[in-house]
């Protein structure tokens, strides 16, 4: 298996325009998380999901921010509008129940707002 | 708020010697708890998992869990340079979530 696949790898883009972020989980797992980190606030979980349902997006920091998982093998996080405290490393991570709880992360997005 | 506190380092230590990274978590009734690696500019991968008092060995890493002080550590034996990374203690609460602490780096000495 090709692992968790996020596009793109880096995006660079000015402040107030729409930024999307991409995540293909592992085949066969019904779980997926967004993550963010940043050196200030370490690792942050934003939202996650259990076959295409958000079961928690308490971590979702405001309105801007918005996540959809249309099918098992795609997600997206979107930002509208984006500001430059959104800078960070986006992390999808993905995961099996029968794996006892094993976690696997994407490469992840790092996202620079200007 | 349920918390997952970490020294943040760097911690350095000579190689072939043995790391101790330590963890302490708030929340009295998480019942899984997990160390991650992170190389610098890459995502964390899973190294231990345990999920009851104790020690659980793994090769080079033993992780050990003590509920009653709601504290987890990770050794490394036999230290090497390509141990040098950024160790993230996680913690799964009551309520379902992982929560990682922001990390330890640790900087082998050859």
């Known amino acids: 298996d090709a692992g968790v696949i996020q596009s793109p790898r880096h995006e660079v883009t000015e402040m107030g325009q729409e930024v999307t972020l991409r995540c293909k989980p592992i085949?066969?797992?019904?779980?997926l998380f967004w993550y963010r980190q940043t050196m200030m606030r370490g690792l942050e979980l934003l939202i996650y999901?259990?076959?295409?349902?958000?079961?928690?997006d308490s971590g979702m920091p405001e309105d801007r921010f918005s996540a959809k998982m249309p099918n098992a093998s795609f997600s997206t996080l979107k930002i509208q509008p984006s500001e430059p405290r959104d800078s960070a490393v986006y992390f999808c991570?993905?995961?099996?129940?029968?794996?006892?709880?094993?976690?696997?992360f994407g490469p992840g997005t790092r996202l620079l707002v200007l | 708020q349920k918390e997952v506190e970490q020294n943040s380092g760097p911690l350095s230590v000579p190689e072939g010697a043995i790391a101790s990274l330590n963890c302490t978590y708030s929340d009295r009734g998480s019942q899984s708890f997990f160390w991650y690696r992170q190389y610098s500019g890459k995502s964390p991968e899973l190294i231990m998992s345990i999920y009851s008092n104790g020690d659980k060995e793994d090769g080079r890493f033993t992780a050990q869990l003590n509920k009653a002080s709601q504290y987890v550590s990770l050794l490394i034996r036999d230290s090497q340079p390509s141990d040098s990374a950024t160790y993230l203690c996680a913690v799964k609460n009551r309520d379902d979530k992982i929560i990682f602490g922001k990390g330890t780096r640790l900087h082998i000495l050859p």
């Open positions: 085949s066969g797992h019904n779980s």
């Open positions: 999901f259990n076959n295409n349902v958000p079961i928690d």
């Open positions: 991570a993905s995961r099996s129940t029968s794996e006892e709880e094993t976690q696997y």
